[in-house]
């Protein structure tokens, strides 16, 4: 636990910069109140510096971004309607990219339906779970290919890349995490009676990890069964590891049943720390709502909350988390609020 | 429109042979009722068949399929504990091979929230809407392969493999059925943004055929979006068209907000009908409950009715939807009924 942090700052689009304001006061303030030091380095990075620049992610940028401890990152990407910029560009030659070049294996989704949150679910129970998604390998390494492109003749590939080294490592860290809860609980999610090459890797690495851990619970759901249970029964889950691609669509759907991705916080960790993690909120850029104090803070707060436990500070991370919840509580009695009023009353619920 | 109908029957596994015995009863009626002859031809196949024979789905017994008319089909699949089975074979052996070989490239999905049926959404609005899942191609094709299996080296691929003549052909059936509904509304479900191969090819073609059909109005959604919109507002929905996985997973959490995958009916289509398509309920064998009259067989019985539909006999699928409507309708006055009751029940309903 070292005396000061060292936080580059990626705002990005949209609601971006707006939110990321809120969670830098926030991570700024438990900071100065335990004595911990914070240094912030912002880079202009996303859609409207690559409409400005041509620039996605320099290799100058990248590797300054190394240096530091970790990435707090806001939201990239274009309006749907903009098509100045090709569709998803920003997503994989910035997001993506720091991803796989920084090699963010573990990417970490909470999911807890805070008391005093509306969920869309009738009787949703007690939620609190966490979905470890592989980061670094899947259907979203970038291989495959088109032949013919435009014809009638197009042929379009899509190569899902997964290897043991890949997914013990994601697999090890979900089993350890798992071990740590009070339920002990894992489920796996695939389509191995499908995907059987990729969904048999899986298996057996769950299967040999499993052996190591005999005190957790494991038990295997297909990818269609598992939305069906997040929806029907979703207090059954604890811990859930998953590939990139799945991990992606239960994410977003866990989100929305607690409340929706304005609290959905995540982190992109390297558990080796050979390069720094990346934290952002679940949702996007959300361009409709930009610049206007719509955009719920809560969770980019959440994402600061990560960052710092992961940076050796869970004591700060548990203050911001106890905030969040005492302000999420009170919420129904409240009207709407910009952006900025959810941050200050973040931090007024600090003491 | 002919007045004999010429049906294959696959009951299969688990409580695939009880939700068809109600299904078959069904049909038998509204046929009779209608002067419409029935031919049906029972085939044994599935994990129990494999046990004793060895067999999944021989040559021969697909060539006698595609005599028929068209096939109904219960469920299939092994215990998930049973070892004796190796994981998926059947599904992909007997199941995915018919979807295959007999080219049912539209996997129609009705999704309708049926008054009186419970659902696990507070506030789920009206909800009908129809999933068009591409059932040829995708990830499902069976590419991809593993490079030093079983060591700590090993590499595993999946290959989604999607074609201009496979994505042109679902798509232009979607767009065929958005512009007879009400709504006149197509979305498009992919992640172009990340598959960009595939999504191109997808986003492409719809925006070419979207040029034939001015009068639907198109929009797009990445997969994860999609989940959260079927949880928060899935009355925004009238047709989906996606790939294969994608509808593989939309279609089994639609049918959870919409009560239930016990009521979920599915076409595996092929419009060309240059061999029988196949209709089955989305749900599995269920080995836990099979044999002890608990299943539900009211989606093999709307199966039943989409069948009935393809076979050019539309009046005769409405008068089931209007039973099975009704039947639905009472249900929360009654306790437990077993799966032969439900079916008797409607089939009183019919009259
Ligand atoms: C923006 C997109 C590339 C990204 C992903 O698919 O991983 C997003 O959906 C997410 O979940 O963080
Ligand atoms: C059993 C399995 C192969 C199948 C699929 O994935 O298509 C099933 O989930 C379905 O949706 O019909």
Redesign the pocket.
């Known amino acids: 636990m070292s005396s000061s942090i060292d936080v580059a700052v990626i705002p990005g689009d949209g609601i971006g910069p707006e939110v990321v304001a809120e969670a830098v006061k926030v991570l700024q303030k438990v900071a100065d109140d335990a004595g911990l030091g914070v240094s912030l380095t912002e880079y202009t990075l996303g859609a409207e510096h690559w409409l400005t620049t041509g620039e996605t992610l320099p290799d100058e940028t990248l590797a300054a971004l190394r240096q530091h401890d970790a990435i707090l990152f806001g939201a990239v ?1 274009a309006a749907p309607g903009d098509t100045r910029i090709p569709s998803g560009l920003i ?1 994989r030659e910035l ?2 990219k720091l991803r796989f070049s920084l090699d963010h294996y573990v990417n970490l989704r909470p999911s807890k339906l805070y008391p005093g949150v509306p969920s869309p679910l009738a009787a949703p129970g007690v939620v609190d779970f966490v979905v470890v998604r592989e980061g670094t390998e899947g259907p979203y390494v970038g291989n495959g290919g088109a032949l013919r492109t435009g014809t009638d003749q197009e042929i379009a590939t899509e190569v899902s890349v997964n290897t043991a080294f890949g997914v013990q490592r994601v697999v090890k860290d979900a089993f350890r995490r798992a071990a740590q809860t009070e339920r002990k609980k894992l489920s796996y999610v695939h389509k191995h009676n499908v995907l059987v090459h990729a969904g048999h890797l899986w298996k057996r690495t769950v299967e040999a990890v499993a052996a190591d851990f005999p005190e957790v619970t494991v038990d295997y759901l297909h990818v269609d069964a598992a939305t069906i249970f997040l929806v029907t029964d979703p207090a059954r889950f604890d811990i859930i590891v998953t590939d990139n691609l799945f991990g ?1 669509i239960l ?2 759907l866990a989100a929305a049943i607690t409340g929706g991705i304005g609290l959905a916080a995540s982190g992109n960790i390297n558990m080796d720390r050979s390069a720094p993690s990346m934290f952002e909120p ?1 949702h ?1 850029s959300a361009p409709d709502i930009a610049g206007q104090q719509k955009a719920d803070p809560t969770a980019a707060v959440l994402s600061a909350a990560l960052l710092l436990d992961h940076l050796g500070h869970p004591e700060l991370a548990a203050r911001i988390g106890r905030a969040v919840e005492q302000d999420i509580a009170g919420r129904s009695e409240l009207g709407p609020r910009t952006t900025s009023q959810i941050g200050e009353a973040i931090i007024a619920a600090l003491s």
């Open positions: 990407g997503e997001l993506l992606d994410t977003d679940v996007g």
